[in-house]
T-cell receptor, first 111, second 113 residues
Framework: QQQVKQSPQSLIVQKGGIPIINCAYENTAFDYFPWYQQFPGKGPALLIAIRPDVSEKKEGRFTISFNKSAKQFSLHIMDSQPGDSATYFC??????????FGTGTRLTVIP | DVKVTQSSRYLVKRTGEKVFLECVQD?????MFWYRQDPGLGLRLIYFSYDVKMKEKGDIPEGYSVSREKKERFSLILESASTNQTSMYLC????????????FGSGTRLTVV
């Protein structure tokens, strides 16, 4: 059973566009929602994260929107660049050893 | 920066072989993890360890075992490799003192033929 559902599976946008990746969860015990970015040949790297007591977090061009009542959260990439082309994983976590990943979204930003 | 190093980037092994995947972290982290990554399935937890000689099964432990004899090193063992274990294997570590962000290694792509 997938604890975190992620969509879309793949996404293609033009440079400057705003790709949006959506995730949903069921377990209300989750208290940390990170996003990981993975480039080909590399392991995932923590990109940005949010806790459920805030509705939005912004770091540079990356923004997480969080809707606690709907149990949904999303990643927005402003002014996307070809260098943002990567696979993005959302995740939900409770405690150090309970991290559940979504299935990933392969983003391609066309110049 | 925390560094998690996986000893091999690519491995090709034969069916039935015993396979060792090694992972070393350099920041004295208590928690270490082994995941496998498959297209369309995301990352799935195989095993994790929260201290030396301690281990816990993850979501898909069947066909795998682990060893943690030293704090910095966490090994994944495929007792008898099978073709359905062809995958990307990722090691990660996490501090036990309230941290939540995992640090991953670059992965080992294992092909079992």
């Amino acid at each position: 059973q997938q604890q975190v559902k992620q969509s879309p599976q793949s996404l293609i946008v033009q440079k400057g566009g705003i790709p949006i990746i959506n995730c949903a969860y069921e377990n209300t015990a989750f208290d940390y929602f990170p996003w990981y970015q993975q480039f080909p040949g590399k392991g995932p790297a923590l990109l940005i994260a949010i806790r459920p007591d805030v509705s939005e977090k912004k770091e540079g061009r990356f923004t997480i929107s969080f809707n606690k009542s709907a149990k949904q959260f999303s990643l927005h990439i402003m002014d996307s660049q070809p260098g943002d082309s990567a696979t993005y994983f959302c995740a939900a976590q409770t405690g150090a050893n309970n991290l559940f990943f979504g299935t990933g979204t392969r983003l391609t930003v066309i110049p | 920066d925390v560094k998690v190093t996986q000893s091999s980037r690519y491995l090709v092994k034969r069916t039935g072989e015993k396979v060792f995947l090694e992972c070393v972290q350099d920041m004295d982290h208590e928690n270490m993890f082994w995941y496998r990554q498959d297209p369309g399935l995301g990352l799935r937890l195989i095993y994790f360890s929260y201290d030396v000689k301690m281990k816990e099964k993850g979501d898909i432990p069947e066909g795998y075992s682990v060893s943690r004899e030293k704090k910095e090193r966490f090994s994944l063992i495929l007792e008898s490799a099978s073709t359905n274990q062809t995958s990307m294997y990722l090691c990660a570590s996490l501090t036990g003192t309230g941290g939540y962000g995992y640090t991953f290694g670059s992965g080992t792509r294992l092909t079992v033929v």
